[in-house]
């Protein structure tokens, strides 16, 4: 055996780990979003059973709904009654409606380390009467990150949506 046929041979090992770890990563990473995508399925559905029993309780209508996740997969279900200038925002156990003659602002907020790292991602939905506050990160994060980058755009969102919804423009 030449030294050509043993370095092909420990090439062909090293070509066939790396294929089992790429098979591996590749199932693996299949169950994962799998389950992540069944536990937000089943997030937003608790959410949503819980803003139909509000919608017979307060008697409006919801025809806008929006679902968001934070980083403790927690679910953030946004609704909107446009025909009562009406906002919903529902959260594990509890929930908030907000008439357009009440809102007054809905901001994103954020600390950033000294790392650099954002965190404590939150959005304040300002009242008359309080200041509701909607967590979407607590965790740090790199704001260049794709997971920093997508709760900032999810979170501004969340504020911008509400905003629209009950300040529209020309108003």
């Known amino acids: 055996m030449g030294i050509s046929s043993i370095v092909q041979y420990i090439l ?10 790429n098979l591996f990563i590749f199932t693996v990473g299949r169950k994962r979003r799998r389950a992540a995508q069944h536990s937000h399925q089943e997030t937003m559905a608790a959410l949503e059973q819980e803003a139909m029993a509000v919608v017979k309780k307060e008697k409006v ?12 997969s927690q679910g953030v279900l946004l609704t909107f ?11 594990r156990g509890q929930y908030y409606l907000i008439w357009g003659e009440q809102f007054i602002s809905a901001t994103q907020r954020y600390e ?15 009242t008359e009467e309080s200041i509701i506050t909607v967590t979407f990160a607590t965790r740090a994060y790199r704001p260049s990150s794709y997971l920093g980058k997508f709760i900032l755009s999810d979170s501004q969102d969340f504020a911008t949506r509400i905003t629209e919804h ?6």
């Open 81 to 91: 009654d446009k025909q009562h200038e009406l906002v919903g925002i529902f959260l």
């Open 166 to 171: 009950l300040r529209p423009p020309g108003r």
């Open 61 to 72: 209508s919801f025809e806008t709904k929006l679902g968001y996740m934070n980083d403790q």
């Open 112 to 126: 950033t380390r000294d790392d650099k790292k954002v965190t404590n991602v939150v959005v304040d939905v300002e």
């Open 12 to 21: 062909l090992g090293l070509l066939a780990a790396f294929t089992l770890f």
